[in-house]
């Protein structure tokens, strides 16, 4: 045996104990049969191979396994037999033949044919498949035919040899049992497919599929998800009708199949429909392993109302649920558009167009498209013009054809309407053949209604959201405007709060002067204005709008109404301030239920809404508060000024007060109280029939002269009694125009007539500078200061005639209380220029301590007046030579109680009293007649106390001579703290030198 041999024979039986293998494996027979065809050919140098099965023992065969016209695997030729093999039935020829193949198959042996050995009626045909030579090996199953192997080759009498034999006999010894074990699998699959399967179930749908290839389907499935038999049978099942969105579920139960029962429980999934479109299905199945197949039959339930209806409540809901305030109304489209596409997830493309201009952020919102999907720009284009066309004014859906990018080319519209206005649209695209369901129409126009409900819900939240912040902008504005306390502060920090709150920089305060009727810029913020600027902007802007009427803050203050313009531009009341406005709003100022002034702001770009409007109402009655809060303080605060003027003229109108005096001061409390810059005051003097400057101040000395009263403004002011105002004093023609050179520029001023019961007296001239407003207040105040300086001069007038009465009545006093004095010293003899002496120390030391006029009085009459007590006493008691008997001294020391009976019940003497009556007290309580200690003892006592004991040890007494001064101020000092009050002695000790 040669080396080819022994390779041969090793190749064959390798062969066959690969086949074996797979064989008993399980593999598919089909697949083995045609590969051990491919092999075999192949080995045995063969054009064809083909394993003949008899599948009904009546010798009629059939083929088991298609021949192939080469040994590869990729070209395989089927091969239909156009013979049917039933040899039996056949002329004689082939009858003998027959017997001889019979002969050999009984001893199941192979047999070589070759073509001229067949029988001629079945030449024909073999030479038809170019058969030249054969090879037949039987297949016995016991002593039953089962089939033959057949080796054909278009060589003429080709031999096979031994070992192609061999190889054949083993082949046919191995293939009956697994051939027959496949064959009892497919009957037994059929029975389970006959026992399991109800394929005309009218309410569910049935699809059997083997190894994933599909063998059957019912009508309701065809019903169901569209097409024929022929469009799914043979096909994977899988790929063909499970919609992506359910493959991976789909294929994880495929793979835990093997650890589940064979029925499996339902799931809800997404087929695809022949048309491409999803079908929403709640599927089962029942699921067997039959040799090497698995069998599935699905059932599945067409739910997809039921899912359509849960996801458009789901949809809704979440619609709903998005309208917080914890959302913008930019978030909110987007979970708009998420809801919209959950609640159609199978639509090509889902979207929705926002076009309204009533809710917040017009400008970035208004005219907004989103979708779920990149859209082409003639695609974008369509769905706005669809949206911007007729066809949305109805408020049902509507379908409409448009551009076919990949097939798609079905729009279904849904108008989204608020009452009469269009808020926007919804959009779903499909698939070229595919037509929406008609629920999805009805669940689009429910998803508009919620919609609709989300996005009034949301523009209420933000009109909410915008008054709470309006509102603390106006808590903010309260606080900061009322800590201001001026018309120009709250005008500036008004502004500041609407640039720093609103981002609003264009904005303007105006009042109108109650005076004047004109129209004052009081603040003005623009971008780029330097404060140094500020003042020449402000004049220019008060020459631009001077008068109610002018512009549209002037028409607010002349008609008392609020304005929002859309078109400033094109408004006729409009005077451009600033280029390139656009949009203003604009407010009236009140104050006691007056239009004082108004507010206005203006941009390019901000769409000011209503609430925009309300706000800055609101805050022009806030700064009309803060500005009448101002005036009332002011006009408060002048009239205490006022007042005080008033009172201090008034206190300077005394007796002793010159005439120049008094009218000095109430031409200074004048100007003060209105805060002028000059002024003068011109009286009648009747004998020489002139008006009179009787005081005057700065620039106003060179103007104001004697005048007659009928000549120029004072002359005007005196004859007709009423005020005049001159808004530019060097230009007002009631002045003689020699006297208005003299006038500096900028200067404006109020003349009001002096008036004394009724009578005019004169002129008072108040002067300012131009920037100051003169209002009815400074007109009433001057005019109060003039009625107020005629009582005052009256007063003066009065006053001269009793000063004179006052002298004439304190000298009367005064010689009084002297005259007592002598007629107590003339009573007693040794104390008779005593008075005088004491009253001279006393107050001495009163002026060393600063004591007041109205205290040096009282201690200059109460010193005089120290002893009248003695009036009381005996004279055998008080003229007695010798000492005192102890009854007699306390009859002595009743003098000083006398003194205080005798004096009390004259008020002219009341604080002098304290003299006569405590000035024997002393330091330490040793007194009498009370017994008061320290400064108990009163001031005036405690001082002529020091000045009676030094007069006394001063001077000769029948009883004893006079000591010497230093002998005096030595017993004083050491009584320091005992008799004396040690503070007086200071001041008697820093005098005392002058005594000697």
Same mark, same amino acid.
């Given at each position: 045996?040669?080396?080819?041999?022994?390779?041969?024979?090793?190749?064959?039986?390798?062969?066959?104990?690969?086949?074996?293998?797979?064989?008993?494996?399980?593999?598919?027979?089909?697949?083995?049969?045609?590969?051990?065809?491919?092999?075999?050919?192949?080995?045995?140098?063969?054009?064809?191979?083909?394993?003949?099965?008899?599948?009904?023992?009546?010798?009629?065969?059939?083929?088991?396994?298609?021949?192939?016209?080469?040994?590869?695997?990729?070209?395989?030729?089927?091969?239909?037999?156009?013979?049917?093999?039933?040899?039996?039935?056949?002329?004689?020829?082939?009858?003998?033949?027959?017997?001889?193949?019979?002969?050999?198959?009984?001893?199941?042996?192979?047999?070589?044919?070759?073509?001229?050995?067949?029988?001629?009626?079945?030449?024909?045909?073999?030479?038809?498949?170019?058969?030249?030579?054969?090879?037949?090996?039987?297949?016995?199953?016991?002593?039953?035919?089962?089939?033959?192997?057949?080796?054909?080759?278009?060589?003429?009498?080709?031999?096979?040899?031994?070992?192609?034999?061999?190889?054949?006999?083993?082949?046919?010894?191995?293939?009956?049992?697994?051939?027959?074990?496949?064959?009892?699998?497919?009957?037994?699959?059929?029975?389970?497919?006959?026992?399991?399967?109800?394929?005309?179930?009218?309410?569910?749908?049935?699809?059997?599929?083997?190894?994933?290839?599909?063998?059957?389907?019912?009508?309701?499935?065809?019903?169901?998800?569209?097409?024929?038999?022929?469009?799914?049978?043979?096909?994977?099942?899988?790929?063909?009708?499970?919609?992506?969105?359910?493959?991976?579920?789909?294929?994880?139960?495929?793979?835990?199949?093997?650890?589940?029962?064979?029925?499996?429980?339902?799931?809800?999934?997404?087929?695809?429909?022949?048309?491409?479109?999803?079908?929403?299905?709640?599927?089962?199945?029942?699921?067997?392993?039959?040799?090497?197949?698995?069998?599935?039959?699905?059932?599945?339930?067409?739910?997809?109302?039921?899912?359509?209806?849960?996801?458009?409540?789901?949809?809704?809901?979440?619609?709903?649920?998005?309208?917080?305030?914890?959302?913008?109304?930019?978030?909110?489209?987007?979970?708009?558009?998420?809801?919209?596409?959950?609640?159609?997830?199978?639509?090509?493309?889902?979207?929705?167009?926002?076009?309204?201009?009533?809710?917040?952020?017009?400008?970035?919102?208004?005219?907004?498209?989103?979708?779920?999907?990149?859209?082409?720009?003639?695609?974008?284009?369509?769905?706005?013009?669809?949206?911007?066309?007729?066809?949305?004014?109805?408020?049902?859906?509507?379908?409409?054809?448009?551009?076919?990018?990949?097939?798609?080319?079905?729009?279904?519209?849904?108008?989204?309407?608020?009452?009469?206005?269009?808020?926007?649209?919804?959009?779903?695209?499909?698939?070229?053949?595919?037509?929406?369901?008609?629920?999805?129409?009805?669940?689009?126009?429910?998803?508009?209604?919620?919609?609709?409900?989300?996005?009034?819900?949301?523009?209420?939240?933000?009109?909410?959201?915008?008054?709470?912040?309006?509102?603390?902008?106006?808590?903010?504005?309260?606080?900061?405007?009322?800590?201001?306390?001026?018309?120009?502060?709250?005008?500036?920090?008004?502004?500041?709060?609407?640039?720093?709150?609103?981002?609003?920089?264009?904005?303007?305060?105006?009042?109108?002067?109650?005076?004047?009727?004109?129209?004052?810029?009081?603040?003005?913020?623009?971008?780029?204005?330097?404060?140094?600027?500020?003042?020449?902007?402000?004049?220019?802007?008060?020459?631009?709008?001077?008068?109610?009427?002018?512009?549209?803050?002037?028409?607010?203050?002349?008609?008392?109404?609020?304005?929002?313009?859309?078109?400033?531009?094109?408004?006729?009341?409009?005077?451009?301030?600033?280029?390139?406005?656009?949009?203003?709003?604009?407010?009236?100022?009140?104050?006691?239920?007056?239009?004082?002034?108004?507010?206005?702001?203006?941009?390019?770009?901000?769409?000011?809404?209503?609430?925009?409007?309300?706000?800055?109402?609101?805050?022009?009655?806030?700064?009309?508060?803060?500005?009448?809060?101002?005036?009332?303080?002011?006009?408060?605060?002048?009239?205490?000024?006022?007042?005080?003027?008033?009172?201090?003229?008034?206190?300077?109108?005394?007796?002793?007060?010159?005439?120049?005096?008094?009218?000095?001061?109430?031409?200074?409390?004048?100007?003060?109280?209105?805060?002028?810059?000059?002024?003068?005051?011109?009286?009648?003097?009747?004998?020489?029939?002139?008006?009179?400057?009787?005081?005057?101040?700065?620039?106003?000395?060179?103007?104001?002269?004697?005048?007659?009263?009928?000549?120029?403004?004072?002359?005007?002011?005196?004859?007709?009694?009423?005020?005049?105002?001159?808004?530019?004093?060097?230009?007002?023609?009631?002045?003689?125009?020699?006297?208005?050179?003299?006038?500096?520029?900028?200067?404006?001023?109020?003349?009001?007539?002096?008036?004394?019961?009724?009578?005019?007296?004169?002129?008072?001239?108040?002067?300012?500078?131009?920037?100051?407003?003169?209002?009815?207040?400074?007109?009433?105040?001057?005019?109060?200061?003039?009625?107020?300086?005629?009582?005052?001069?009256?007063?003066?007038?009065?006053?001269?005639?009793?000063?004179?009465?006052?002298?004439?009545?304190?000298?009367?006093?005064?010689?009084?209380?002297?005259?007592?004095?002598?007629?107590?010293?003339?009573?007693?003899?040794?104390?008779? +220029? *005593?008075? @005088?002496? &004491?009253?001279?120390?006393?107050?001495?030391? =009163? #002026?060393?301590? !600063?004591?007041?006029?109205?205290?040096?009085?009282?201690?200059?009459?109460?010193?005089?007046?120290?002893?009248?007590?003695?009036?009381?006493?005996?004279?055998?008691?008080?003229?007695?030579?010798?000492?005192?008997?102890?009854?007699?001294?306390?009859?002595?020391?009743?003098?000083?109680?006398?003194?205080?009976?005798?004096?009390?019940?004259?008020?002219?003497?009341?604080?002098?009293?304290?003299?006569?009556?405590?000035?024997?007290?002393?330091?330490?309580?040793?007194?009498?007649?009370?017994?008061?200690?320290?400064?108990?003892?009163?001031?005036?006592?405690?001082?002529?106390?020091?000045?009676?004991?030094?007069?006394?040890?001063?001077?000769?007494?029948?009883?004893?001579?006079?000591? +010497? *001064?230093? @002998?005096? &101020?030595?017993?004083?000092?050491?009584?320091? =703290? #005992?008799?004396? !009050?040690?503070?007086?002695?200071?001041?008697?000790?820093?005098?005392?030198?002058?005594?000697?």
């Amino acid at each position: 045996m040669n080396n080819n041999e022994l390779t041969k024979i090793e190749m064959g039986f390798s062969l066959i104990a690969r086949y074996s293998d797979m064989l008993c494996s399980g593999s598919n027979i089909e697949k083995v049969l045609s590969e051990i065809c491919a092999d075999l050919g192949a080995l045995t140098e063969s054009n064809r191979a083909v394993i003949y099965e008899n599948i009904n023992n009546d010798q009629s065969f059939i083929v088991h396994c298609k021949m192939r016209g080469s040994w590869s695997a990729e070209n395989t030729v089927p091969f239909e037999p156009q013979f049917p093999f039933s040899w039996m039935k056949a002329s004689t020829e082939e009858l003998a033949l027959a017997d001889r193949i019979a002969g050999f198959f009984k001893k199941r042996r192979a047999v070589q044919l070759t073509s001229n050995e067949f029988p001629h009626s079945l030449g024909s045909g073999i030479a038809a498949h170019t058969l030249k030579s054969a090879c037949l090996m039987p297949i016995f199953i016991d002593a039953s035919l089962w089939g033959e192997i057949v080796l054909t080759s278009d060589i003429p009498e080709k031999r096979w040899d031994e070992i192609d034999f061999a190889i054949l006999k083993s082949l046919a010894e191995i293939l009956p049992s697994r051939v027959i074990r496949f064959q009892k699998d497919l009957n037994n699959q059929e029975a389970w497919i006959e026992k399991e399967i109800l394929f005309e179930n009218r309410i569910a749908g049935n699809i059997l599929h083997r190894n994933d290839r599909i063998i059957r389907i019912s009508k309701t499935a065809l019903e169901l998800l569209g097409g024929t038999e022929e469009d799914y049978l043979g096909k994977n099942f899988i790929d063909t009708l499970v919609h992506p969105a359910s493959r991976e579920i789909i294929l994880a139960r495929r793979a835990n199949m093997k650890t589940q029962h064979s029925t499996l429980n339902p799931i809800e999934a997404v087929l695809q429909k022949k048309n491409g479109s999803a079908l929403d299905v709640l599927i089962t199945a029942t699921w067997q392993k039959i040799g090497n197949d698995i069998l599935i039959n699905s059932t599945f339930f067409d739910i997809s109302a039921i899912k359509s209806r849960e996801r458009l409540m789901k949809a809704v809901s979440t619609i709903a649920s998005s309208a917080t305030s914890q959302v913008s109304l930019n978030q909110v489209m987007g979970i708009l558009l998420s809801a919209i596409q959950n609640a159609f997830p199978y639509a090509e493309c889902a979207g929705y167009v926002h076009i309204t201009e009533s809710l917040d952020e017009p400008d970035t919102l208004s005219g907004k498209l989103m979708a779920s999907c990149e859209l082409e720009p003639d695609l974008e284009q369509f769905i706005w013009q669809t949206v911007q066309s007729d066809a949305c004014n109805q408020h049902s859906a509507f379908l409409m054809r448009g551009p076919s990018h990949s097939g798609i080319d079905t729009y279904l519209f849904q108008p989204v309407h608020s009452e009469n206005h269009l808020l926007g649209a919804i959009f779903l695209q499909y698939q070229r053949n595919e037509a929406p369901h008609a629920d999805e129409q009805t669940h689009l126009q429910t998803l508009a209604e919620a919609i609709v409900n989300a996005v009034q819900k949301i523009f209420l939240i933000q009109q909410n959201e915008s008054r709470y912040k309006n509102l603390a902008v106006l808590y903010k504005a309260s606080i900061r405007l009322g800590k201001l306390h001026s018309l120009t502060e709250i005008a500036r920090e008004a502004l500041q709060i609407l640039e720093q709150e609103k981002g609003w920089t264009h904005s303007v305060i105006r009042i109108k002067d109650e005076v004047s009727k004109r129209l004052v810029t009081l603040s003005y913020c623009a971008p780029g204005i330097q404060s140094s600027e500020e003042q020449k902007v402000l004049e220019w802007l008060n020459t631009k709008i001077s008068k109610p009427g002018d512009g549209l803050t002037g028409w607010v203050i002349e008609h008392g109404e609020s304005v929002l313009c859309q078109d400033l531009p094109h408004d006729p009341r409009y005077l451009e301030t600033d280029i390139n406005m656009r949009y203003g709003i604009y407010a009236p100022i009140h104050a006691e239920g007056i239009t004082k002034g108004s507010i206005g702001v203006e941009s390019e770009s901000i769409n000011f809404s209503q609430a925009d409007l309300e706000l800055l109402c609101s805050l022009g009655d806030l700064i009309g508060m803060a500005l009448n809060a101002i005036r009332t303080m002011e006009l408060l605060s002048c009239r205490v000024r006022w007042l005080e003027q008033l009172y201090q003229a008034g206190n300077a109108v005394t007796i002793e007060a010159s005439e120049d005096m008094i009218y000095e001061q109430l031409l200074d409390g004048a100007m003060d109280a209105l805060s002028a810059e000059t002024g003068a005051m011109m009286l009648f003097n009747a004998e020489k029939n002139l008006l009179i400057p009787v005081a005057k101040r700065g620039w106003l000395k060179d103007v104001v002269d004697p005048i007659a009263p009928d000549k120029s403004l004072s002359g005007l002011v005196f004859s007709s009694g009423r005020s005049h105002i001159s808004w530019e004093l060097n230009q007002d023609p009631a002045i003689l125009s020699h006297i208005r050179k003299n006038i500096p520029d900028d200067k404006r001023g109020v003349s009001v007539p002096i008036l004394a019961e009724s009578t005019v007296i004169g002129v008072f001239h108040l002067a300012f500078s131009t920037d100051v407003h003169i209002n009815k207040e400074i007109i009433a105040v001057a005019e109060l200061f003039a009625s107020f300086a005629g009582m005052v001069i009256k007063r003066a007038e009065l006053n001269i005639e009793l000063l004179n009465a006052n002298n004439a009545l304190r000298d009367a006093y005064d010689a009084t209380l002297e005259g007592w004095s002598r007629a107590i010293g003339l009573r007693d003899d040794e104390t008779a +220029s *005593h008075g @005088e002496r &004491v009253t001279s120390l006393a107050v001495a030391i =009163g #002026k060393q301590m !600063d004591l007041s006029p109205e205290m040096m009085e009282a201690l200059r009459r109460g010193a005089l007046l120290h002893d009248i007590g003695k009036i009381g006493i005996p004279d055998r008691i008080l003229l007695k030579q010798g000492a005192l008997s102890d009854d007699e001294r306390a009859i002595m020391q009743t003098h000083p109680v006398l003194a205080y009976q005798l004096l009390k019940p004259i008020t002219f003497l009341k604080e002098a009293v304290t003299i006569p009556y405590c000035h024997h007290e002393r330091w330490d309580g040793s007194g009498y007649p009370q017994g008061l200690r320290g400064e108990a003892v009163p001031l005036l006592a405690r001082i002529f106390a020091i000045a009676d004991v030094y007069d006394a040890m001063t001077s000769d007494r029948p009883y004893r001579k006079a000591l +010497s *001064h230093d @002998e005096a &101020v030595a017993y004083i000092m050491s009584n320091s =703290g #005992k008799h004396f !009050d040690p503070k007086v002695i200071r001041a008697f000790l820093a005098l005392s030198r002058s005594l000697r």
